[in-house]
């Protein structure tokens, strides 16, 4: 199962969102961009991911980066950065993979110079479209923290249904923060994919 699911990821290596953006798999010729990107939203990111701090160095980024090659191969992640003109603009993936469960988690973060050109909501639609007819998940999670407004307008752009709040359940610089679940299943994504078709098309 877990090979099957590997190969059926293998599809997202390369992913054009539009003339001028894309997902790439992981991969550590990336690794210096990744830490100067890094760098430069430090405190911007911090505020809501606590691994950002242990990213100090190119090395530390290439640690991340093979332990994320790890998980990929073992068909728990798939670990997607996105370019903007050719310049790295942040990360989106499917974490916590559960084959036998057929779901996953999704994570996504961007620089805040890349902020307002849609890219969040065009990689997560693009990895729904993979998640549902390539991986053939029953559900996909999106754990925001609740006060994260930017953040929380992706999923509920996207056609998520809020299914709660997980309270206290994240610490982040000392901040314990509420975690708002959204969560997306395959009918509910066709679902919303048939809302946006234009009948008079």
Known sequence: MVTGMVANMSDMLYNILDEVSELRLLQYYQSQALYNLIKRNREHLGRWMPWIDDQESEYAIYGFIRDSIGAFSQGEQLPLTIWHQNTLAGMVGLYEIKPHHRKAQIGYW????????????????????????????????????????????????????????????????????????????????????????????
């Open 110 to 201: 961007l620089g805040a110079e890349f902020q307002g050109n849609g890219l969040a909501t065009m990689s997560i639609r693009a990895l729904l479209v993979h998640a549902f007819t390539e991986l053939w998940l029953n559900r996909v999670e999106i754990l925001v923290a609740d006060h994260n407004t930017r953040s929380r307008a992706v999923p509920e752009r996207l056609g998520f249904k809020l299914e709660g709040m997980l309270r206290r359940a994240f610490i982040v610089r000392e901040d314990v923060q509420d975690l708002a679940v959204y969560g997306m299943t395959q009918h509910d994504w066709m679902e919303f994919q048939g809302s946006l078709v234009d009948p008079m098309s």
